[in-house]
């Protein structure tokens, strides 16, 4: 028996999504949705409850913090082959990325793996508001990615559930 086998939460995946499959009944949708989001990847989350959507509705990038130095990429495909229209930029209250240094992240994960990826940045960030002014910044130098759509960035309140919109 090798050792995946014995991790009950991958083993507990796998079973709700035969459950899923069992069940499923396929919606009708296009499959290049109009709408892109970059989101925090924190568990507590669910953009498809707190923002209504229907399956198949936008592409969902997520990473530590919500950061677009990370999902240009994506957002460059999503926009170029897929036709992506607008993007929400969401970053979040509580979140493990605010307050932190690179040098702190990269220490913790020295101590715990007695090693650490030296050069490379974590992204993280002191003021909630200026990170996703910061990122919106970002996405607009940033020539490759689509300038004629709407873009915005909210925060969403983890306590209240509310997003509320960063200018």
Known sequence: MNRDSLNPSIN??????????????????????GLALVLCMDARLDPVQFLGLRYGEAHIIRNAGGRMAEAIRSLAVSQSLLGT???AVIHHTECGMLGRSDNEIRDEIRRQRGAAPEGLTFLPFGDLEQSVRDDLALYRG??????????????????????????
Request: hydrophobic share 45%; glycine share 6%; proline share 6%.
């Open 85 to 87: 229209a607008a993007v």
């Open 142 to 167: 940033t020539p490759f990615l689509r300038q004629d759509i709407p873009v915005r960035g909210f925060i969403m309140d983890i306590a209240t559930g509310l997003l509320r919109e960063v200018h």
């Open 12 to 33: 507990r995946l796998v079973e709700a999504n035969r459950r899923y499959a069992d069940g499923l009944r396929r919606v009708e949708t296009t499959w290049a949705p």
